[in-house]
């Protein structure tokens, strides 16, 4: 399992007193607010920053670090990914799962037949489940995230069991 979370990616400053614009990569941006401590990648570093202050702007987070105060300090962050530690997210309910735990689990039909492996999830637009993207080598497999098709998903055995219901093949 991975170590870290990548939760956003810095894009640009923002005025002369060391704010940078953040695009977040979570459903609830404000949930930024949440984290006293963030890490920034760069050059391959992770590098702790104090939140002193966070803003939003047109569905980004504007942040003030500790320690970066004008312009050309945080223009050295820029394109830079912030992180946080797997320890710092609150625990998920039971059956849910974190996208990034799931992708690359061998997915298997609950009649023991390899189907590929899970290559990306996305929402739909209605919001009412995920569609799992499994890579079966030809074309790939578009399966709902519902009960009645995934039906157990094992991430220390790197598996992912499903029902395929009528039509899903």
Do not use: W
């Not at 990914?81 to 039909?109: A, C, M, Q, W």
């Amino acid at each position: 399992m991975q170590e870290y979370f990548e939760i956003g990616q810095i894009v640009n400053t923002s005025g002369l007193k060391g704010l940078v614009k953040v695009n977040l990569f979570m459903d609830d941006i404000t949930k930024i607010e949440d984290f006293k401590k963030i890490l920034v990648e760069k050059n391959k570093e992770l590098i702790e920053y104090e939140i002193e202050e966070v803003k939003y702007h047109k569905n980004q987070a504007l942040i003030k670090f500790k320690g970066i105060d004008d312009i050309d300090k945080a223009e050295t962050l820029r394109n830079c990914y912030i992180k946080i530690h797997r320890n710092d997210e609150e625990e998920l309910p039971e059956d849910t799962y974190y996208i990034v735990d799931l992708i690359g689990l061998d997915v298997f039909s609950d009649e023991n037949e390899k189907l590929g492996k899970l290559k990306d999830v996305f929402s739909v637009p209605s919001g009412n489940h995920d569609i799992y993207v499994v890579e079966t080598g030809e074309k790939d497999l578009l399966l709902p995230a519902i009960g009645e098709v995934i039906k157990h998903i094992d991430i220390p055995n790197n598996k992912i069991i499903v029902h395929l219901i009528e039509g899903l093949r």
